[in-house]
C-alpha cells in the first residue's frame, strides 16, 4: 500500500484560495480572472460541482433543486487552461533534515506541494499534467494536462523516489514543445543547475505565452552550512564530494547563496516567470497560494 | 640570578613546535559524512575557502606545544643560578672555627640564649660530627683575635671543651684578624673556615673581603654560618660629652635606637660627687636622639657616667665622660709693679676682669682671684689654686721652683710682660718654662700713633671658643705700641702660638710642660704697652683663660678616653716610678715601661692611673666601641665571600627536572583531550 503524500488539512486551507495568473489568461474568464477578450457565443457545454470561488451566478438552480446539489454551468466559451506541474525527483532532493519519502525531505516537501496544487486545480475542473524529471520508481513520468488525470498524478508522486539528474534545460525545451500556448507550467525544484545552462530554455515558454511558476524548494541546513564540526559532503548525483570545515565557509556561504538566487531571479525575471522560495521548515500553505497567485 | 644551558644546542629542536601545529592544520578527512543536495553553491565557494580550516581543538594543541617545549626544554637542561647559596661543608681534613664573642654577639637571640650560647653550642655540635681525622682549629674574633687552640688539633672532646669555655667579651670585632689567624692555621694545606658569627655592625665584614680573598687563593674555603635575632634591636648610648651650657654646663648624650621600632628609654647621669640626673628620652626606630643634661652650678670633677635600661645588649648601656670641676676657680694674681694709680696697676683690669662684680662674686661666676705681691706665690696652694697670672714680675727667681713644681703637677701659669721684667732674670729663673727666651722690649709705633693691631686667632682654640658667637672683630681693635720679643721658635706640639699681632710677631704663646701649661703675653696685661684692657674683648678672654686653663677633671694630670678591648697606653712623668690602673671594678692588669702605662680595658666606666704618694697620673673614661651596638645585619658574609668566589655560594635551581615533570603531567593531559576529542568525533 502506497502512502498519499499529501496534506488532507493543508488542501483544505488552500481550497479557498483563487488561481490567479499574474498575467491575464485568456480562458481565465471566471473568478477574479479577467480575460483579454469577452467570449460572445455561449453554449452549454456540461455541468461541474460547485467549488467555493465559482460565480454563483453560474450556479443552475433549477438541478440543484431536482438532485441537492449546485453544480454550475459549463459553456462553450469557457477557455480551458491545462496546467502542466514539473516536478524535479533528481538525486539532489533526495537531502534534507529527514528521510526522502517524508515531508522534511526536500522530495518530500516537494512532492507534497505537487499534489496538493494537483487535487486543487483538478477540483477547480483545470486539467492538471505531471511532468517528473529525473527520480526513480515505477510511474508514468509524462501525464499530460487532462481532465480525469488526477488519479494517474496521485499514482505517480506517491511512487517516485530521488535519483538521477534534473537536466532541466533538456525538461524545460521539452515542456515548452508539448504544453500549448497560453497553458500554465508550474516548476517544483531546487534548481541546482546553473541557471545560465538552464535559464535559456525558457525562452521557448515564454514565447508560447505559457505562464511559468518556479516553486524553488530548498533546505536553509544546506545554504548555511549548518553542520556542527568538519563534514563530508557528498553530491547524491554524481557522487563528488568535498571535505569542509563548515565554521571556516560559513561566512562565504552566505555571500554564495546571495549571488546564486540573484542569478536565478535574473533568468527568471527575463521570462516573465515568478519565484517562490521554499524552505522545507517553512509553511507550505503559504507558498502554494502564493504560486497560484503568480506573486513572487 | 642568570640561565644557563646544559646543552644549548638543543634548544634548536624547538622546531618541533611546528609539529603539533601542523597536525591541527593539516586536512584530516572528517568521519561525518552526508548527503548535500546543493553541491552547486559548494562549488561556487573560491577554492581557498572551501580548503580554509580553523585549527581545531585549541586546548589540545596548547598540551600538545607545552609537552614538546617541556620535552625540548628538560633535553637542553636549563639551571638557574643566583648568588646566596650556603655551600656544602664539613668534608675537608682541616677545619678552623672562627667564633665571633664580640659585644653585639650578647644580643638575645630566639632561643633564649644570646647570639655567643647559640655559636658555641652549634660549633660544639658540628666538632662532635667530624670525623676523627679531621683536625680542627678554634680562633676568636673579639678585641684583637686571638687562637683558642694553639693550632689544628684532632682532640675533639678538648675543642669541644674549650668552644665552651669562651665567655662574652665586650670587645669590637676583629674579622679580618681572626680569618688571618685562620688562614695561617691552615698554612696553605686547604681547608674550611667556618665563621659563626652576627655580622653586625657597619663595615666590618666588608673590611675582611682581602683576607677572604687570600683564603681562596690558598685553597681554603669560608663558610658563613650567621648567628641572627629575628628580629634584632638595640638601644645603645652612642656618646656622652661635657660642654658649655646653662647653669655649670652640659652633658650631652647621644643614644641610638638600632631596631626597628621606637623606644622610650630611661636614661641616668651619674656625676662623680653622686650627683644623679634622670630623664626619658625617646628614641625613633633606626635613629639617634640627642638629650642635653643640666650639671648643677657646683660639681666635683672626675669621670662621670650615663646608664639606660635595655635588655636586649647590656654591655652598651654605660658610657663615661670627662666632667670637670664645676664651680669656682680661685686664680692667684700676683702684681709685679704695683702703679701710682689704681689704673696703672694690672691687679686693677684682672681682678675687675675676673670678678666683675666683686671677689664673693666669683663664686658665682666660677672664678675666685687671690690678689698678691711677688711674695705672695708662697702663699701658692697647688691643691687650691690652678691658675697663676704673673703680672709684670720684675724677678721670678725666688719662686721659680715652686713655679715650675707647679706646672709640672698640672697648674697653668701666665706670664705677663712690662716695662719691670728683666728678659735675663726671667729667662734665667724660668727657663724651663717659657715656651721661648725672652729677648728685649721693643717698640712698634710712636707715641700719638694708633698702633699695631692684633690678628684675629683662630676660634677652634678652646681659649676662644666663646668668640664664635661673635665679638672675634674685636681683637683688631687691639693695638700695640709696644711688646717683648723672644727667641725664634717653631710651633710643635709643645709650643704653640695662639696670639699674634700683624707682622708675625707673637703676643700669646703656649707651652706645655709635664702635666701642665705656660702662657707667654708680650704685651702688658695693663694700659701700659696697648690699648688691650680697655677693649670690649679684654674680660670675655681673661674670663676664659680662667675657666678653660683653670680646671682640671678630679685632680689628675691628664684626661684620656679609651675604648674596650682596645690597647691603651698613658704617658706618665718621668719622675714616677710605679703606677697601675684602677677600673670600676678593681685593679686592671697594665704593663709600666718606657714612662708609659699600657693596659687594655675590659669594661665601660672610668679608670684612673696612678702612683703611690702621688694624685691621679691620668683619668681615662672608657666606653664600648658603638659599631657593635649596630646589630641590625648589613653587607652579609655570604655576600662578601660570594663576590670572592662565587661559583661556592651559587644557589643552583636545575628547571630541567621541573620541564621533565611538566612533560609527563602533560602527556596526561595529551592523553585525556585526545579520548575527548575522539568521543566527540564519534558522536
Same mark, same amino acid.
Not at chain 1, 480575460?35 to 467555493?52: M, Q, W
Not at chain 2, 696703672?344 to 676682669?353: C, D, G, K
Not at chain 2, 721693643?442 to 700719638?448: D, F, N, T, V
Given at each position: ?7 488532507? *488539512? ?26 483579454? $477578450? ?65 515531508? @522534511? ?56 523516489? $530521488? ?19 497560453? $497553458? ?23 514565447? @508560447? ?11 536553509? *541546513?544546506?545554504? #548555511? ?37 540573484? *542569478? ?9 516567470? #515568478? ?20 506573486? #513572487? | ?43 561556487? &565557494?573560491?577554492?581557498? =575557502? ?61 632561643? %633564649? ?13 658540628? =666538632? ?29 672532646? &678538648? ?62 674555603? &669560608? ?21 658649655? %651650657?646653662?647653669? %655649670? ?21 651619674? &656625676? ?138 698640672? %697648674? ?54 666663646? +668668640? ?6 674685636? +681683637? ?6 709696644? =711688646? ?36 707667654? +703675653? ?162
Amino acid at each position: 500500500m502506497s502512502i498519499v503524500p499529501w496534506d488532507a *488539512d493543508l488542501l483544505d486551507r488552500i481550497e479557498r484560495l483563487h488561481l490567479k495568473a499574474r498575467r491575464a489568461v485568456e480562458g481565465w474568464r471566471h473568478g477574479g480572472h479577467v480575460s483579454r $477578450s469577452l467570449a460572445t457565443n455561449i453554449e452549454f457545454v456540461d455541468h461541474k460541482e460547485y467549488a467555493p470561488g465559482d460565480p454563483i451566478r453560474h450556479v443552475d438552480w433549477k438541478v440543484a433543486a431536482r438532485t441537492d446539489k449546485l453544480v454550475i454551468r459549463r459553456h462553450q466559451a469557457e477557455t480551458i487552461v491545462p496546467v502542466l506541474i514539473v516536478l524535479d525527483a533528481s538525486g539532489d532532493l533526495g537531502t534534507g533534515q529527514g528521510p526522502p519519502d517524508l515531508e @522534511r525531505s526536500k522530495l518530500g516537501a516537494a512532492v507534497t506541494m505537487a499534489a496538493t496544487l494537483a487535487v486543487f486545480l483538478s477540483k477547480r475542473g483545470d486539467p492538471v499534467g505531471l511532468s517528473i524529471v529525473g527520480g526513480d520508481g515505477t510511474f508514468d513520468a509524462q501525464i499530460p494536462p487532462g481532465p480525469r488525470t488526477l488519479p494517474a498524478v496521485i499514482r505517480a508522486l506517491a511512487s517516485v523516489r $530521488s535519483a538521477g539528474v534534473a537536466q532541466l534545460k533538456s525538461a524545460f525545451e521539452r515542456v515548452g514543445e508539448s504544453m500549448p500556448r497560453r $497553458s500554465v507550467v508550474i516548476v517544483v525544484s531546487d534548481l541546482m543547475e546553473e541557471p545560465a545552462v538552464w535559464g535559456p530554455s525558457l525562452g521557448v515558454l515564454a514565447s @508560447r505565452g505559457v505562464d511559468c511558476r518556479f516553486i524553488h524548494v530548498y533546505d536553509p *541546513d544546506e545554504w #548555511s552550512l549548518n553542520y556542527d564540526s568538519p563534514v563530508v559532503l557528498f553530491s547524491p548525483e554524481d557522487g563528488a564530494s568535498l571535505a569542509m570545515d563548515p565554521s571556516a565557509a560559513r561566512s562565504a556561504m552566505g555571500d554564495v547563496v546571495e549571488e546564486y538566487l540573484h *542569478d536565478v531571479r535574473s533568468v527568471l525575471g527575463q521570462h516573465r516567470c #515568478s519565484h517562490h522560495l521554499a524552505s522545507i521548515g517553512a509553511r507550505m500553505d503559504e507558498v502554494i497560494a502564493a504560486a497560484l497567485m503568480g506573486r #513572487s | 640570578m642568570t640561565l644557563s644551558w646544559g646543552t644549548p644546542l638543543a634548544l634548536g629542536l624547538l622546531g618541533m613546535l611546528a609539529i603539533p601545529l601542523l597536525a591541527h592544520l593539516i586536512r584530516r578527512r572528517p568521519d561525518d559524512q552526508r548527503a548535500y543536495g546543493a553541491m552547486l553553491l559548494l562549488q561556487r &565557494l573560491p577554492r581557498k =575557502v572551501r580548503r580554509r580550516r580553523r585549527i581545531e581543538d585549541r586546548l589540545l594543541l596548547a598540551a600538545r606545544s607545552l609537552l614538546v617545549a617541556a620535552v625540548v626544554v628538560s633535553v637542553a637542561r636549563p639551571q638557574l643560578q643566583w648568588p646566596g647559596a650556603i655551600p656544602e661543608f664539613g668534608g675537608a681534613e682541616a677545619i678552623v672555627i672562627v667564633i665571633d664573642d664580640s659585644m653585639s654577639m650578647a644580643l638575645q637571640g630566639d632561643t %633564649g640564649g644570646t647570639l655567643l650560647a647559640r655559636a658555641r653550642r652549634e660549633a660544639s655540635a658540628f =666538632v662532635s660530627a667530624l670525623p676523627e681525622s679531621t683536625a680542627v682549629g678554634v680562633v676568636l674574633t673579639g678585641g684583637t683575635a686571638s687562637k683558642v687552640t694553639a693550632g689544628l688539633v684532632s682532640n675533639h672532646p &678538648l675543642v669541644q671543651r674549650q668552644i665552651s669555655g669562651i665567655v662574652q667579651t665586650p670587645f669590637s670585632t676583629d674579622l679580618t684578624g681572626a680569618i688571618r689567624l685562620a688562614r695561617q692555621m691552615l698554612a696553605g694545606e686547604g681547608g674550611e673556615v667556618l665563621v659563626y658569627t652576627d655580622e653586625a655592625g657597619e663595615g666590618v665584614v666588608e673590611a675582611a673581603s682581602a683576607e677572604i680573598d687570600l683564603l681562596t687563593q690558598q685553597s681554603g674555603a &669560608l663558610v658563613p654560618r650567621p648567628m641572627h635575632a629575628s628580629d634584632p634591636a638595640n638601644i645603645a648610648i652612642k656618646s656622652a660629652t661635657y660642654g658649655s %651650657g646653662p647653669e %655649670g654646663g652640659t652633658v650631652t648624650v647621644t643614644i641610638a635606637n638600632f631596631g626597628p621600632e621606637a623606644r622610650e628609654v630611661p636614661a641616668r647621669v651619674k &656625676l662623680p660627687d653622686g650627683v644623679e640626673i634622670t630623664a626619658f628620652v625617646e628614641v625613633p626606630a633606626g635613629e639617634e636622639a640627642r638629650k642635653d643634661f643640666t650639671v648643677p652650678r657646683v660639681a666635683e670633677g672626675g669621670i662621670g657616667s650615663v646608664f639606660i635600661e635595655d635588655e636586649m645588649l647590656t654591655a652598651d648601656n654605660v658610657a663615661s665622660f670627662h666632667l670637670p670641676t664645676i664651680g669656682a676657680s680661685r686664680v692667684l694674681v700676683v702684681e709685679g709693679d704695683p702703679g701710682l694709680t689704681p689704673v696703672a696697676s694690672e691687679v686693677y683690669y684682672l681682678e675687675r676682669a675676673l670678678a666683675p662684680w666683686g671677689r664673693l662674686s666669683g663664686m658665682g661666676s666660677g672664678v675666685l682671684p687671690d690678689m698678691a705681691a711677688p711674695s705672695g706665690v708662697d702663699s701658692l696652694d697647688a691643691e687650691a689654686h690652678r691658675l697663676v697670672f704673673m703680672a709684670n714680675v720684675a724677678d721670678p727667681g725666688p719662686w721659680a721652683n715652686r713655679l715650675i713644681e707647679f706646672v709640672d703637677r698640672g %697648674g697653668v701659669l701666665v706670664l705677663s710682660l712690662g716695662d719691670n721684667v728683666a728678659a735675663e732674670r726671667t729667662n734665667a729663673a724660668l727657663a724651663q718654662l717659657l715656651p721661648s727666651p725672652l729677648r728685649r722690649a721693643r717698640s712698634l709705633a710712636a707715641p700719638g700713633e694708633p698702633g699695631r693691631p692684633t690678628v684675629l686667632p683662630d676660634t677652634t682654640d678652646p681659649l676662644f671658643a666663646p +668668640f664664635n658667637r661673635g665679638g672675634l672683630g674685636g +681683637f683688631a681693635n687691639i693695638r700695640w705700641h709696644r =711688646v717683648f720679643t723672644v727667641e725664634p721658635y717653631t710651633d710643635d706640639d709643645d709650643v704653640r702660638t695662639l696670639l699674634s699681632i700683624e707682622g708675625g710677631i707673637p703676643l700669646l704663646l703656649e707651652r706645655r710642660f709635664g702635666s701642665g701649661r705656660v702662657l707667654l +703675653f708680650t704685651g702688658t696685661i695693663d694700659a701700659d704697652w696697648g690699648n688691650f684692657p680697655l677693649q670690649s674683648v679684654y674680660m670675655p678672654l681673661i674670663q676664659s683663660m680662667a675657666r678653660t686653663l683653670g680646671v682640671s677633671s678630679s685632680g689628675a694630670a691628664q684626661t684620656k678616653n679609651a675604648v674596650v678591648g682596645e690597647p691603651t697606653a698613658v704617658d706618665v712623668p718621668a719622675s714616677v716610678s710605679e703606677a697601675q690602673v684602677e677600673g670600676p671594678n678593681g685593679i686592671v692588669e697594665s704593663t709600666f715601661s718606657d714612662g708609659a702605662v699600657r693596659f687594655t680595658p675590659i669594661e665601660a666606666g672610668g679608670h684612673r692611673v696612678l702612683s703611690p704618694g702621688l694624685p691621679p697620673l691620668a683619668a681615662v673614661a672608657v666606653n664600648v666601641d658603638v659599631t657593635e651596638s649596630d646589630v641590625r645585619r648589613y653587607t652579609s658574609l655570604a655576600k662578601t665571600s660570594a663576590s670572592v668566589d662565587p661559583e661556592r655560594f651559587m644557589n643552583t635551581a636545575p628547571l630541567y627536572r621541573y620541564a621533565l615533570w611538566l612533560a609527563l603531567a602533560l602527556v596526561g593531559a595529551v592523553v585525556a583531550l585526545g579520548r575527548r576529542r575522539e568521543r566527540s568525533h564519534a558522536g
